[in-house]
């Protein structure tokens, strides 16, 4: 509001009554209406591309400058321009980029926060998962679901380095935060490798398992060599017009979402494929896992090489066109928002 009158030291009028009711903690709606209630969304967090390449530098340099037990977790978070201090690359997910050295440990804990990882570089790094353990391999997803423990090592004698997501704006935004450590740095293992896939995993279940809709998984592994051959088979038909082949990771013992917070999805544009323009109300972080193409989000357009990382915020316009065959792995709040019929897809 301008003040007219000429002394600037005789407040306006109305300025000065929302001083005088700032002091016992109001403030008038009339003043912030319109962008508490915006037509569409109109989100703070921009399109945003972090390139592998450089990551892969930065992440290294942190593995010589602190351990990852003296970090806990060794990770450099992805954090969106538009919110600077948040830890946070959409208003309600978590990225970052963990490196784990040969030998190292990254100790046991768990807390109520949601987490995912999608496997980028390297071999011989595991994650234990409530006393299970799962050999990591590039492009594996896999979970931590809130309140499981959760370790990670590497036996290997490479680095390996994952993309975390997880659903820590989202944890705080509900003040529902818990953590606690584990009795030791390495969970027992309590059973062998590949128990959950075999008994949840395999279009089975075991005779008496019955989950709620909103229950995490038992498979917290999704092996990227499964993920790819569906892929594979079902690139030889028609594709949708806006995604290309897309399919999303369910729990397969209730059709739902690995975890209720966060959704997963992968998709295949083939050679030579140009997707319409298309938007949704889950702002997506996505990962170019092969291929190469350009992505436009908005105004923004880039190249995607192999590995580079990039997010779609709420209601921003995406398109691609795919140089060569080209899959994405992305993940999203979708089933937060579809849970609270929040959840719109336009496809232009
Ligand atoms: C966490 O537990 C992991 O277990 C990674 O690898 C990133 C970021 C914030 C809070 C907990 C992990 C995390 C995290």
Not at 263 to 282: C, H, K, N, V
Request: charged share 20%; aromatic share 10%.
């Amino acid at each position: 509001m301008q003040n007219t009158t000429p002394t600037s030291q005789q407040p306006n009028p109305r300025q000065a009554y929302y001083d005088r009711i700032a002091k016992d903690h109001m403030t008038p709606l009339w003043e912030v209406l319109g962008a508490l209630v915006p037509k569409s969304p109109n989100s703070p967090a921009k399109p945003a591309l972090w390139r592998y390449a450089e990551l892969r530098e930065q992440v290294m340099e942190a593995g010589r400058l602190i351990t990852a037990e003296q970090a806990e977790r060794r990770v450099l978070i992805l954090e969106n321009p538009g919110l600077q201090g948040q830890s946070a690359i959409t208003q309600s997910l978590y990225a970052g980029l963990q490196l784990i050295l040969p030998g190292e440990i990254a100790p046991a804990h768990r807390h109520t926060q949601s987490a995912l990882r999608l496997v980028i570089d390297g071999e011989g790094a595991y994650t234990a998962v409530d006393g299970e353990r799962t050999t990591m391999r590039r492009g594996d997803f896999i979970i931590t679901p809130s309140w499981t423990f959760h370790d990670h090592g590497n036996l290997g004698d490479q680095p390996v380095v994952w993309l975390d997501g997880l659903d820590i704006p989202t944890v705080r935004f509900f003040d529902a935060g818990f953590a606690e450590h584990g009795q030791s740095a390495a969970q027992a293992t309590i059973r062998p490798e590949g128990d959950a896939l075999a008994r949840y995993g395999n279009n089975m279940l075991p005779v008496d398992f019955y989950q709620a809709p909103s229950d995490p998984t038992r498979v917290f592994v999704y092996p990227y060599e499964r993920t790819m051959a569906s892929l594979d088979k079902i690139a030889s038909g028609t594709p949708d017009p806006h995604l290309g082949y897309k399919l999303r990771y369910v729990n397969p013992a209730t059709g739902a979402s690995p975890m209720p917070t966060i959704g997963a999805f992968s998709q295949r544009l083939p050679a030579g494929f140009e997707t319409r323009p298309y938007r949704s109300t889950d702002g997506t972080v996505y990962v170019c896992q092969e291929g190469e193409a350009t992505v436009s989000v908005g105004d923004t357009e880039w190249q995607l090489q192999r590995d580079d990382i990039f997010v779609v915020p709420s209601w921003q316009p995406l398109k691609f066109l795919a140089k060569r065959d080209t899959t994405l792995f992305s993940f999203s709040d979708r089933p937060v928002l579809q849970s609270l019929g929040l959840w719109r897809e336009a496809r232009l």
